[in-house]
C-alpha cells in the first residue's frame, strides 16, 4: 500500500547560510524537522498530545544525501512519507525541491519513546496513519 504523502513548504533565511552563501548542511536537518512536525500536525498528533500520551518520537538514525544548494529567498518544497513502521518504529523519507529539482533527500529512522525515553508502542493515533492511502 502507498503511503501518504505529506507537503510543506518554507523559505531559507538569511541566518541559515554559510561563508560561501549557501544554506549551511545542518539546517537541512532543522528544515526536515519541521516536515515531519508538520505532517504530524496536519493529522492532528502535536505535541501536547504525544505529552498527554506520554510517547514522543525521536530519531534514531539519519542518511542524508545532498544534491544541489539553496540560496536566501528561495522557497523550499519538503515531502515527507512513512515508507516503513512497527509497533515503535517508523522510516520516513523526505525530499527537499526547489521549483521541481531536488536539493536534498533523506532517510530517517525513528522510534517512539516514553517517559523514561525507553522504546514504547506508538500511540494508536500514529498507528492509524499508517494505515492510510
Known amino acids: 500500500m502507498e503511503m501518504k504523502t505529506y507537503r510543506c513548504s518554507l523559505q531559507v533565511r538569511g541566518y541559515e547560510l554559510d ?6 548542511h ?8 519541521h516536515a515531519r512536525w508538520d505532517a504530524l500536525a496536519q493529522e492532528g ?8 500520551l506520554q510517547r514522543w518520537p ?13 540560496f536566501m529567498g528561495e522557497t523550499l518544497d519538503i515531502t515527507t512519507r512513512c515508507v516503513e513502521h512497527s509497533e515503535a518504529g517508523m522510516v520516513f523519507e523526505q525530499r527537499i525541491e526547489r521549483a521541481g529539482t531536488l536539493i536534498a533527500e533523506a532517510r530517517i529512522h525513528g522510534v517512539s519513546v516514553n517517559e523514561k525515553g525507553r522504546p514504547a508502542r506508538h500511540p494508536e493515533e500514529m498507528h492509524k496513519l499508517w494505515k492510510q492511502a
Not at 26 to 33: D, T
Not at 45 to 52: A, D, R, V
Open 19 to 24: 561563508g560561501f552563501g549557501h544554506v549551511n
Open 26 to 33: 545542518a539546517n537541512y536537518l532543522n528544515y526536515l524537522e
Open 45 to 52: 498528533i502535536t505535541l501536547p498530545l504525544l505529552e498527554k
Open 58 to 70: 525521536v530519531i534514531a538514525k539519519l542518511e542524508i544525501k545532498y544534491v544541489k544548494p539553496a
